[in-house]
């Protein structure tokens, strides 16, 4: 017995044979009839499918079918991988053209869709039913996702803190960021006291907060890094001769500290109130006009300053060739000192000064010393054996 | 009747064990062990050994309740094909008591481990400041100008050999060149890791004049186990003496010797690292008459930055991080054996044209990476901008390695 779907096909496959020869004997037209020739073969092909299939229709072979089979099972929900994996490829091709960056991108999505869209077909023919299958997809997948998608969404967060407060101007930045910090301690205390609140409501406000912190990263992006000024370090000081200056010369004093420079001191140079300078040496008691420096080995001497006004300690290992700056020749019986300097300490401050001598004092008969300019007759005799 | 296989079997299995605890028992029984740290020589060491023979009992103490208990229970309640007793879970009684009794053995262990802990860290009292820095594969020993240790007027630097006096509480400053090292005198004290840009102190004194020997105690690279020091006790007069030979000014080589064609040699291959203090470069400078001193830079071919000075390097009796003997093992082992109030005039003869060992040293000179490995691969100095870890093979002629032999017998 033919199945309804198939008849209806057959008949219509009929009729476009008949109306084929019966406008081919009329009009003589050849396009009309080819046209009307081809819908006879398309439906006669679609005819001949729908009986060999019946229609589709299990329950006329299978009368439990419609409970039973496979395709009775409720499809599993929608995903959203294939997207991602086509969204991986495109940019893996615009990458390819472009900037490698998107290059990356799309690689790593088109990764992420194919490992995750392999996990998602296992798990979707684990069993027929479909909450049993996406927990078990969620057991194996949410220990990879959920640490990438925190550390995802960490890293936005704080790329956005670091584009506004590098927008913000020096002063605006710590304002803005203390008012910022008060909001979020002022909404803890809230969600803390009143436990009432509902959850979609905590959900909601840390939503917008979220929304708000990135399009302000992106619109601080977009503006641009206010105006750093650039600050000579310690080195600079000493490069352009500025060592034996009493004056302010601008320096970033952290310039040549590190965790390693500041986790210990080979001593303390220290400029006492009444003027007089001495060394202090880690393990010896007691404080010393000379100083003994392991040759060619990085040391850390502490700077404290404990006078009245501003100073800087200067580190002076004689003199060398001056060296002519375009043609880089020594010019003859012109010398510079050697020298290295912090930059000027105030009153009770401390500063790392940190050095290498690669030569010995003892040796080259060369008298190294450390002195604070302004501070007359005073000096620490610094001995490398 | 031939045993079975399953007896045969365990007594093999047996047998592993028992061999292995006998020889960590025969090992024990060493007379001969130098970084013996059971054998203490000076109050630091008395300090550390007075600790750990009650923390050794009572921990001793502990295993064996342990494993008796653990022996006992698995011994009587074993599988005799009985029914499983009745399970029962928790005893809070048994549980707290478990908790305290540890807690209060940790504690008696504790008091006295702060305790020594904080007296080994003192420093106040020390009376001789010796500043040591280690690099790969050597120990560079330095007397800042001070007025402790009797005295000292100009630094002396030195290596290998640190020379204390005896009775005398002396300060350690210890850092390192390039990584960390670690300095261990076992008979002297603990170990102390050295590590570039700090400084770490470590207190040392000997009771009786002699020789303690130590080792790189900290994994420094490829010659690690050739990084050796040795603790040189001398009397507080001994100690004087030694300083005056360390102080006293360079004689060059009498002109026509062999010693000064060595010097020539040296002057040429060897200054460019090592320092001999007093030596004056009148060789290779345009005037003969200039009395230029010759000034080594290290820093400019190792990648430590310093090669060892060599100034009265014959008043040691080791080299190449005390690794090798430049006396005969006979004159070795009657330094080493020699009772301590012999032992200082033994040693600050230094070493004598009798007792000189000059195998090991030629070998050295020859080839120092094929003596002491020091670089993986001595054709890729990539790693430290090329730049030696240790000494090069310098590619010298047996003649000139004869002269600089002769020459360095001179430095004593």
């Keep these: 017995m033919i199945p309804t779907g198939s008849r209806l096909l057959l008949g219509a496959t009929l009729l476009a044979t008949i109306a084929a020869i019966a406008y081919g004997i009329s009009d003589g037209g050849s396009l009309g009839t080819t046209g009307l020739i081809s819908a006879a073969l398309a439906l006669a092909l679609l005819t001949a499918v729908n009986i060999i299939t019946r229609d589709a229709d299990v329950s006329s072979m299978d009368p439990s079918a419609p409970t039973e089979s496979p395709a009775a099972r409720p499809a599993p929900p929608a995903s959203i991988w294939p997207i991602v994996g086509g969204l991986g490829g495109v940019l893996v091709v615009i990458g390819l053209v472009s900037y490698p960056v998107v290059f990356v991108f799309g690689l790593i999505a088109l990764l992420a869709a194919i490992i995750e869209w392999m996990i998602e077909a296992w798990s979707e023919r684990a069993s027929a039913d479909n909450r049993y299958n996406s927990g078990i997809r969620q057991r194996l997948a949410h220990p990879a996702e959920f640490p990438v998608l925190a550390a995802l969404t960490a890293a936005v967060i704080i790329y956005s803190f670091s584009r506004i407060m590098l927008f913000l101007s020096k002063t605006g930045g710590p304002a803005a960021f203390g008012v910022l910090a008060a909001l979020v301690l002022a909404a803890g205390f809230v969600i803390a006291f009143r436990p009432q609140v509902r959850n979609a409501t905590v959900s909601a406000v840390a939503g917008i907060a979220v929304i708000g912190l990135v399009a302000g990263g992106v619109a601080a992006a977009l503006a641009g890094e206010r105006d750093i000024e650039p600050h000579h370090t310690m080195g600079d000081i000493a490069a352009e001769g500025h060592c034996d200056t009493a004056e302010e010369v601008e320096a970033d004093e952290r310039a040549s500290q590190n965790v390693a420079a500041k986790a210990n001191i080979h001593g303390e140079i220290v400029l006492h109130e009444d003027g007089t300078l001495v060394a202090r040496s880690i393990g010896i008691a007691g404080e010393s006009t000379s100083i003994t420096i392991t040759r060619s080995n990085a040391t850390n001497i502490r700077f404290r300053n404990e006078a009245e006004e501003d100073r800087r300690l200067v580190l002076n290992l004689g003199e060398r060739a001056a060296v002519d700056e375009e043609t880089e020749a020594t010019i003859p019986d012109e010398t510079v000192p050697i020298q290295y300097c912090t930059a000027l300490v105030e009153d009770g401050g401390s500063q790392l000064l940190t050095f290498s001598i690669p030569d010995s004092s003892t040796i080259t008969g060369t008298a190294y010393s450390f002195t604070v300019p302004g501070v007359d007759g005073q000096a620490v005799e610094v001995v490398v054996p | ?412």
């Design chain 2, 1 to 412: 009747m031939k045993p079975s296989w399953k007896l045969v079997s365990r007594r093999r299995a047996l047998a592993v064990p028992a061999l292995v605890g006998l020889g960590i028992v025969v090992a024990g029984c060493a007379e001969d062990a130098p970084q013996d740290t059971w054998q203490p020589e000076g109050d630091n060491a008395r300090d550390i050994q007075n600790l750990q023979w009650p923390v050794f009992a009572i921990a001793g103490a502990v295993l064996l309740i342990v494993i008796a208990a653990v022996g006992w229970s698995v011994f009587r309640y074993r599988d005799k094909g009985q029914p499983i007793p009745k399970q029962s879970h928790g005893r809070p009684s048994l549980e707290i008591g478990l908790t305290i009794l540890p807690a209060l053995i940790l504690i008696g262990v504790a008091v006295p481990t702060l305790r020594t802990v904080m007296a080994l860290a003192e420093t106040d009292d020390t009376e001789c400041v010796v500043n040591i820095t280690g690099q790969q594969w050597w120990w560079e020993i330095e007397y800042p100008t001070q007025a402790g240790c009797g005295g000292i007027t100009e630094p002396i630097i030195t290596s290998g050999q640190l020379v204390i006096p005896t009775e005398m509480n002396v300060l350690m400053r210890g850092t390192s060149r390039d990584v960390i090292h670690s300095f261990w005198v076992p008979r002297i004290n603990g170990k102390r890791d050295v590590v570039p840009g700090r400084i770490q102190t470590l207190r040392l004194e000997a009771d009786r004049p002699g020789i303690y020997a130590g080792q790189c105690a900290e994994f420094c690279g490829l010659s690690h186990a050739n990084m050796r020091m040795e603790i040189v006790a001398l009397s507080p007069e001994d100690f004087e003496a030694w300083k005056a030979d360390q102080l006293a000014d360079y004689v060059s080589p009498e002109a026509g010797t062999q010693a000064a064609d060595g010097e020539d040699v040296f002057l040429q291959q060897c200054a460019r690292c090592h320092q001999v203090n007093g030596l004056i470069d009148d060789k290779n400078t345009p005037d003969p008459a200039d009395d230029t001193p010759s000034i080594a830079h290290p820093e400019d071919q190792v990648y430590a930055g310093a090669a060892p000075n060599l100034t009265h390097l014959m008043s040691r009796n080791t080299f190449a991080g005390a690794t090798w003997d430049l006396v005969t093992q006979q004159c070795r082992d009657t330094i080493w054996n020699a009772s301590p109030e012999e032992f200082g005039a033994l040693y600050l003869q230094g070493v004598t044209e009798e007792c000189f060992n000059p195998v090991d040293l030629r070998e050295w000179i020859r080839n120092a990476p094929e003596k002491k490995p020091m670089f993986a691969d001595q054709t890729d100095l990539g790693p430290t901008g090329g730049l030696y870890r240790g000494m090069p093979a310098l590619g010298l002629s047996e003649d000139q390695i004869d002269d600089v032999i002769a020459y360095l017998l001179e430095l004593n």
